[in-house]
């Protein structure tokens, strides 16, 4: 049974940082996905098995870096200039162990997190 623990949410005035992190029981490619009251779940970004392909929304590019230390089964979400709009509940995701690639779309991912709660405030 693959288990994802998040942690890091919390509350921040808009232009502050957090740092999620995610903790697995192995080791899989990873993605962080969000999903804001009333809205679809959206995509925020993903990081290969190995760790040295990753992939971001556009909405975040810029802001927000994805990285993994493999020794530590943890992936993070460094995330700076916060906005109003980045309030969601963030999610972290593992896709099977086979594919080692990136993936984009909630569909590809068989694993998922509790969830953890990222406010921004204005």
């Known amino acids: 049974q693959v288990q994802l623990i998040e942690s890091g949410g919390g509350l921040v005035q808009a232009g502050g940082s957090l740092r999620l992190s995610c903790v697995a029981s192995g080791r899989y490619a990873m993605g962080w996905f969000r999903r804001a009251p009333g809205k679809e779940r959206e995509f925020v970004a993903t990081i290969s098995w190995a760790g040295g392909m990753t992939y971001y929304a556009d909405s975040v590019k810029g802001r927000f870096t994805i990285s993994r230390d493999n020794a530590k089964n943890t992936v993070y979400l460094q995330m700076n200039s916060l906005k109003p709009e980045d309030t969601a509940v963030y999610y972290c995701?593992?896709?099977?162990?086979?594919?080692?690639?990136?993936?984009?779309?909630?569909?590809?991912?068989?694993?998922w997190g509790q969830g953890t709660q990222v406010t921004v405030s204005s």
């Open positions: 995701a593992a896709r099977d162990r086979r594919y080692p690639d990136v993936g984009l779309s909630g569909y590809e991912y068989d694993y």
